[in-house]
């Protein structure tokens, strides 16, 4: 399958790495006069052949690799002109026995790795004196037991590498000598169980690989003398519940792998048991520790905060009427918690701060009942009531920072005195359970300005009873200058448009709509709007009530000019303009919505924009040395699924359930595998369909579970959490305890290197050179990056899960029930079946929200970013309808550009009447929109370029800015001019990052900045192409109206014409005047903004 475009990238530059060659050749025969040159000249000539050459300090070659097909015998010749060197690998299958003879003088060896080559029996003969050598690759060679005989004399032997040969029982007996042995890799050889007696006697022995051998299990008692192993691997073998005893009779052992083998679930009970503190690593089918969730998910954690409570009683009078009632004993959360509210106290400038004030300290916003309680009670005189503090205090009859909070004798302090009276009790564990808030009239429509409504607000328990709150509750409104509200909630007009009441009480959020028409046009008086889809009438419904006329439509001229720019981030060519000018179908723009959803240019520009949202960023992947490569597959990934039109609900999960390997795949099958994916020949496709991406949790600045709270509810949901890791939130259901039962969900996501991969990962940085050869972060890259592009295994870093502990782990999703996330394997699993059901559908309306606010400059939620319940949308019934058919029609990223673009709300004109002109939310009109940072740099460059190559924009997205990805965190990883005009870094969780406001700098950079000017005269540039062919005066007047279609995607009007024309005549030559003009229109509003 062809690599995706964003994979070519990585892998011509792993191919760049991996080839380096230099223009001076070194032939097989070794010249006379070597021996006259330094050591560092001879190896600046092997660099042709050599893929690694890394020096000591004094000059002389301390390591080098050979991996190229140029590589022959005679080029291992050359290595005895190194004799400190102490690091060699060859890896090169054309190797024989011949070149490996010029080892023999290496003597200063102590790691060598001769993996893949050709050597055979005889060839090790030359290994024998290398009496410093530590490490030994000899994997997938053609060695038998024979010529084990040749390294029983390698006493310093630490580690051996053997996997993949035809190494019987008899071999192992040469190794009996080797008692410096700690890690021995027989992996795929024919070893049974009688060969184990054999590694008895080697007492320092720590890694034991045996997977894919001959292992039945009774042979593994022999192990038992081995009082240092750590890792033993039986993969792929025989062994069954039989060697249960077997291997628990090796008790230092940490780490078991036992995937593919004879073993039941009851079995790795068994051996868990006796091994309690060992990790034992097997097939997901047995791992034992987890019940496995089959319910699809629509129930996990539901919550039942929505349900209607039974036979709901009638309406309780207010607590202020009611305290008459001597019998009448308030209740700390339904009314005095919510009066330290409403009276300011719990406040964050008040005795909410971290700090409290005066030592008396309560939950921020009142979200801990029981911490409040605690503190109450020391302000609280239960038998003398009257001198509690908690009475004196609000009145300032004592000291009082606060002020007056109520005065003595008041309904307020009658409620605290009733409470304190009947014993100050906290908040019962039957006691009824808050369910929701009905706040009425639930839409407040003014005439005239200073009218007034009482609002009303009603708590609804779990035991049915409701009750007027509304002396309780908070009230806020969103636009002073619509209507404001009083602390009684008596909502008065202020001003002409609409606005939002939100009233608090307890845990309830409730939003109440006031408006006041901007004109007499409502009702029958309304005009005949057309309304020609779902969007338009949803839309018009709500401008019909503020008296409120959308503008006409965009001419075709702008139409085409927006929906390009949004769309493909591009500017449409002259042929477009005039193709599209000139057709007089009546669905022209629908067709031409349909052609540019499937040009490239669409790919790109929205892979890009997912791109931002998920954080694709290599300075953020610096955890490991691939960061570049892994950041390239990020960008392929997402490309081909906007390009397949993946629906977000498949992008995500695939993104939130991820991990770099599955359960039941060793880790050295896993880097084998990942190498493939970078491999410059023949390589695998990271991007494929049926392939997770896991790199969304290798970032570095989400590696904490708070961090990956907080990511993951700005990107999947739109939520900002932050707030609640702290304190209840302020603008919504959320409390500190919400938060911290929300992030266990993430505790057991890690990434770097899981227990069970440790030592294999140690293992291989060892066999390439790492650290101590390699022993900086950029030759860590450098060879890593050119072993990856050939395809071979580095110790790539991984995204795991740990397995549940078989303790309890109580979680919470948001607004749901609490579940045991033992119950498991990934505790991922229950968040994103959550996600796809939850009631509040936060999922799909953060991304029909956000993708509705790239079109329309505001959200209808706003900002996008930020979904609470005291940010209520401007238009529900319009958002309710995009998620549900969203939701509907399998979450498609396509179905929801294409009805957007086709609604006629979106192609109104920007062109306000006298009704909507101070409309900014209600989209009756087009708002002017400055030119996102990559679009409108492209947008300069485009209208600048040629004809021929302008000609072929459409077609081809090479070396476009709308491609371009940050490579760090730092500024300088982007162009300047993209800096300039605010394209995010994809370091914050904020939509924010991205900047659209206007800048001084970005009008001076288009005036007068170095870059801006050269592309005016550029080589390939359109002022270059007219100087070469050069016009005459009777062309002015064409030119002048190709430099308007060029910049303004429109011809010039009459007066414009006049004065461009008199201008040009009036220059030293026509391109020096087409050059004036064509720097005008690129300084002007109308260039730089979409409208």
């Known amino acids: 399958m062809p690599l995706r475009p964003a994979m070519q990238f990585v892998v011509a530059a792993l191919l760049a790495l991996s080839s380096l060659s230099t223009n001076i050749s070194w032939a097989d025969e070794k010249p006379a006069a070597e021996e006259q040159l330094t050591e560092k000249q001879l190896a600046v000539k092997l660099r042709g052949r050599a893929t690694n050459v890394q020096f000591n300090k004094d000059d002389t070659v301390r390591l080098i690799r050979f991996s190229k097909p140029s590589v022959t015998d005679e080029t291992l010749k050359h290595l005895q002109s190194f004799p400190k060197i102490d690091y060699l690998a060859v890896v090169c299958p054309q190797v024989t026995d011949t070149g490996i003879e010029n080892v023999a003088g290496l003597t200063n060896l102590d790691t060598l790795l001769l993996s893949t080559t050709a050597v055979t029996d005889a060839g090790l003969a030359a290994l024998k004196d290398l009496s410093k050598l530590e490490r030994l690759y000899l994997a997938d060679t053609a060695i038998t037991d024979a010529g084990l005989k040749h390294l029983a004399g390698l006493e310093k032997l630490t580690t051996l590498s053997l996997e993949r040969t035809d190494i019987t029982d008899a071999g192992l007996q040469q190794l009996s000598g080797l008692k410096n042995l700690e890690t ?238 009947g014993g100050a009790r906290s908040v019962g564990e039957k006691s009824a359970q808050f369910m929701r808030l009905d706040v009425s009239p639930t839409e407040l429509v003014f005439k005239n300005e200073g009218e007034e409504v009482q609002l009303r607000v009603v708590s609804v328990w779990s035991d049915g009873s409701r009750e007027d709150v509304t002396p309780l509750a908070r009230f806020e409104s969103k636009n002073d200058a619509v209507a404001k509200v009083s602390p009684s909630g008596l909502v008065t007009s202020t001003g002409q448009g609409d606005a939002y009441i939100i009233t608090f009480y307890d845990n309830g959020i409730e939003s109440t709509q006031a408006v006041l028409p901007v004109s007499e046009q409502v009702g029958d008086k309304y005009p005949a709007v057309p309304t020609p889809t779902p969007i338009d009438k949803h839309v018009v419904a709500k401008l019909k009530k503020l008296g409120v006329t959308p503008s006409a439509l965009c001419t075709d001229e702008e139409f085409l000019r927006r929906v390009s720019l949004d769309l493909v981030g591009t500017l449409p060519t002259l042929k477009e303009l005039r193709e599209f000018l000139a057709a007089d179908s009546p669905d022209k723009r629908s067709k031409k919505i349909e052609e540019l959803l499937q040009r490239p240019a669409y790919v790109m520009w929205w892979t890009t924009k997912l791109c931002d949202l998920t954080g694709s960023n290599a300075g953020y992947l610096g955890g490991t040395e691939m960061a570049q490569p892994m950041a390239a597959q990020w960008r392929a990934w997402i490309e081909r699924r906007v390009q397949e039109n993946v629906g977000w609900d498949k992008i995500v999960a695939d993104i939130i359930l991820a991990r770099s390997r599955p359960r039941d795949q060793p880790y050295s099958e896993f880097i084998n595998q990942q190498s493939q994916f970078t491999r410059r020949t023949d390589g695998t496709d990271f991007a494929a369909l049926d392939n997770p991406m896991p790199h969304f949790w290798m970032k570095d600045n989400i590696r904490l579970p708070r961090d990956k709270t907080l990511a993951f509810g700005y990107v999947f949901m739109g939520v900002r959490l932050e707030c609640a890791e702290c304190h209840k939130h302020p603008f919504d259901q959320w409390s500190k305890n919400d938060f911290a039962q929300f992030t266990q969900f993430f505790t057991r996501v890690k990434a770097g290197i899981s227990p069970e991969a440790a030592a294999r990962h140690e293992q291989m940085r060892n066999m390439l050179g790492v650290p101590v050869k390699l022993d900086t972060a950029a030759l860590r890259r450098q060879s890593y990056l050119r072993i990856a592009a050939e395809g071979g295994a580095i110790p790539w870093k991984e995204v795991y899960v740990d397995p549940p502990t078989g303790k309890p782990q109580p979680a919470k999703l948001l607004g749901g029930n609490e579940i045991d996330l033992n119950d498991f394997e990934d505790p991922r699993e229950p968040v994103m079946q959550w996600m796809l059901t939850e009631p509040n559908r936060y999922f799909a309306k953060s991304f029909v929200n956000r993708i509705w606010a790239n079109y329309f400059n505001v959200g209808i939620i706003d900002p996008p970013d930020d979904l609470n319940l005291a940010n209520p949308p401007s238009n529900k019934a319009l958002l309710d309808y995009l998620v549900d058919e969203f939701i509907a029609r399998g979450y498609d990223m396509k179905w929801l550009h294409r009805t957007i673009t086709n609604s006629r709300t979106y192609q109104l004109s920007w062109r306000p009447n006298e009704t909507n002109r101070g409309d900014d939310r209600n989209y009756s009109h087009a708002i002017l929109r400055r030119l996102p940072a990559e679009v409108a740099v492209d947008a300069m460059i485009q209208a600048t370029v040629n004809d021929a190559k302008l000609a072929i924009t459409h077609k081809t997205t090479a070396s476009r800015k709308i491609g371009q990805h940050p490579k760090s965190y730092q500024t300088r990883s982007i162009d300047f001019s993209l800096l300039v005009f605010g394209k995010p870094l994809r370091s914050t969780n904020c939509d924010c990052e991205r900047q659209s406001a206007p800048t001084l700098l970005q009008a001076l950079y288009i005036r007068n900045d170095q870059e801006m000017l050269e592309r005016l005269d550029r080589s390939d540039g359109w002022l270059t192409q007219l100087k070469k062919s050069k016009p005459k005066p009777e062309q002015v007047d064409e030119l002048i109206a190709q430099a308007y279609l060029r910049t303004l995607s429109r011809p010039p009007g009459k007066t414009e014409l006049s004065d461009c024309r008199e201008h040009i005549t009036g220059s030293a030559d026509i391109i020096d005047g087409l050059r004036d003009l064509l720097w005008a229109l690129l300084n002007t509003q109308e260039f730089i903004t979409n409208h």
């Open 184 to 421: 021995l890799l027989l992996d795929g050889t024919n070893i049974t169980d009688d060969g184990l007696a054999h590694l008895a006697v080697l007492g320092k022995l720590r890694h034991l690989y045996l997977s894919n051998c001959k292992i039945g299990g009774p042979g593994v008692s022999h192990l038992k003398p081995l009082e240092k192993l750590e890792s033993l691997s039986l993969s792929s073998n025989a062994v069954g519940n039989d060697a249960v005893k077997v291997i628990a009779a090796v008790p230092s052992l940490k780490h078991v792998e036992l995937y593919e083998t004879g073993f039941t679930r009851e079995g790795i009970v068994k051996l868990r048991g006796a091994l309690p503190k060992t990790g034992v690593y097997v097939s997901l089918e047995l791992a034992a520790t987890s019940k496995t969730n089959t319910n699809g998910g629509a129930n996990v954690g539901a919550t039942n905060a929505t349900e209607t409570p039974p036979n709901e009683g009638a309406i309780q009078a207010p607590i202020e009427q009611r305290l008459a009632d001597a019998k009448l004993v308030p209740d700390l959360q339904r009314h005095v918690i919510p009066l330290l509210g409403r009276l300011g106290c719990n406040g964050r400038s008040c005795h909410g701060s971290f700090q409290g004030q005066g030592e008396f300290r309560l939950s921020m916003f009142g979200y801990d009942f029981e911490m409040d309680h605690k503190n109450l009670l020391e302000r609280v005189d239960l038998k003398q009531t009257d001198e509690s503090l908690i009475l004196s205090k609000p009145t300032s009859e004592d000291e009082h920072g606060g002020g007056v909070r109520f005065s003595p004798g008041s309904w307020q302090q009658n409620l605290l005195r009733r409470w304190i009276k």
